[in-house]
C-alpha cells in the first residue's frame, strides 16, 4: 500500500466522520488543523457541545480495529492538540458552541467505508 492509499483512505475517513456529525447537527468547525505538535482531525461543535474527533480508517483488521490504534500516547496528544487549538480559535468556538460548552473526545472508527462514531472514548 502506497502513502498516496493511506491518505485517500484517511480522507475518506474524515469525510464520512464530518457527515457523520453534520447529519446529527454539529457544525464542522475544523478539519485537519495543524501546529507544531500534531494534526487533530476534526473538530465539530454544537450548542452546548465542542468535540474533538481522531478518525481512524482501516481495510482490514489485519493490525487490529481501528479505534485500537489510539492508543493512550495518541489521547494525550490530541488533549494538547485541543488545548492548543482552543488557544487559537477560542472566540469562533465560543459563538458556535457556546460559553462554557461541554469538551468531548470521540474516536471515529471507520472499516471498509462503514463509521462507527465512540462518543466520548476518552
Sequence with gaps: ?????RLARG???EQLAAEWYA?????IVARNWRCPEGE??????R????????????????????????????QRRVRVLAARFLDAHGPVVT?????????RFDVAAVL??????????F
Excluded at 447529519?23 to 457544525?27: C, D, E, K, P, V
Design 1 to 5: 500500500m502506497t502513502a498516496d492509499d
Design 11 to 13: 480522507t475518506e475517513g
Design 23 to 27: 447529519a446529527r447537527g454539529y457544525r
Design 40 to 45: 487533530l482531525d476534526l473538530v465539530a461543535a
Design 47 to 74: 450548542s452546548g457541545e465542542l468535540v474533538f474527533c481522531e478518525v481512524k480508517a482501516r481495510t482490514t483488521t489485519r493490525y487490529g480495529v481501528p479505534a485500537e490504534a489510539v492508543t493512550l500516547a495518541k
Design 95 to 103: 459563538a458556535t458552541a457556546g460559553p462554557g460548552a461541554a469538551r
Design 112 to 121: 471498509r467505508g462503514e463509521i462507527t462514531v465512540i462518543e466520548a472514548a
